[in-house]
């Protein structure tokens, strides 16, 4: 319980700090379609430097912008999770649930963040590379059916505990 | 569920209380009023064989099998 109230705590703190990026999000999308000085320039992306700023860098910026607001959705569905937890709601419905959202989220956003920077390098820099290691896409790809296998996995000891106790 | 727990039906017969087979066969009439309304999903053979003691039936006169329409 030491470790859950641990990682509550880490999270919470987490998305405390995101917070105040949201607004500043929400703020800044519309902002760029409006103006063609751009305050953070240059600036990157799935670490690509990008350094024009036209209607179609604007679009990827946007599409970026609103897969980090996904993320930032997924930690506070996470909080919930670990909420339930904490309360011992282990296999209930709600963690199901959150599980599943948070898996579909996160391959989601992974396609935001990796199909504009791969975009972005066919457009504007006329190549294609292939990355090894670590790359944010592939991690954000697995880690989002990391959560929707753990989703299927709670639901099927959610099923055994019912059956369990329903055995007399 | 085809299985149908005739329970009620040989405790009337036995002219016996829920309450009174749940103390015999030690389990809590909250548990003994699921199988009573076929909300188990399984009876265990130790519980099966102390309502057959209790009861002096066999397990065929507590359970039936009824295919569902």
Redesign the interface.
Known sequence: MRKLIILKSIVDLFWILSLPIIPLILVFIPYSFITDDFIFSPFKINGIEIETFDLGTKIILAVVMLSYLLLVYCVYLFRKILGCFLRVKIFDEEVVDNFNKIGNLLVLSSFLIGVPSLLYRIYYMEKISLELGFSTFFLLICLGFFFKILSEIFKISRNMKEENELTI | MPIIVNLDVMLATRKMRSKDLAEKIG?TTA??S??KSG??????FS?LEAICEALDCQPSDILEFSPEI
């Open positions: 389990i548990n003994l699921i199988l909300k188990a999903k399984a009876i265990r519980t």
